[in-house]
Nanobody
Framework: QVQLVESGGGTVQTGGSLRLSCAAS????????MGWYRQAPGKERELLAL???????NYAASVQGRFSISRDNAKNTVNLQMNSLKPEDTAVYYC??????????????WGQGTQVTVSS
């Protein structure tokens, strides 16, 4: 089993910054990709940023230039630095991991979610 523990959510004013962190632990052979999603009330969950073990990184157009994803392979952690936050960034943010377990099976896991609220 694998656990994803998220931290760093909260409330910030428009234009402010927050940093989210996600730490993966448990039965991990290797992590293929780590990413961040968000889901606002009444909307579908959307991919914000993704980083793969190959070095590939991708951002949604809505956060390009404002958010930055980083990964510490040694610690199995992924961070999301969020700058210039807007009220429309208000949502529950989820960490997502694709990995291979010790039996080399690919598995995906979600974090528990952390609330980010941007006040105007």
């Amino acid at each position: 089993q694998v656990q994803l523990v998220e931290s760093g959510g909260g409330t910030v004013q428009t234009g402010g910054s927050l940093r989210l962190s996600c730490a993966a632990s448990g039965s991990i052979f290797t992590i293929f990709s780590m990413g961040w999603y968000r889901q606002a009330p009444g909307k579908e969950r959307e991919l914000l940023a993704l980083t793969a073990s190959t070095g590939y990184t991708n951002y949604a157009a809505s956060v390009q230039g404002r958010f930055s994803i980083s990964r510490d392979n040694a610690k199995n952690t992924v961070n999301l630095q969020m700058n210039s936050l807007k009220p429309e960034d208000t949502a529950v943010y989820y960490c997502h991991v694709v990995l291979r377990d010790p039996s080399l099976q690919y598995r995906t896991y979600w974090g528990q979610g952390t609330q980010v609220t941007v006040s105007s």
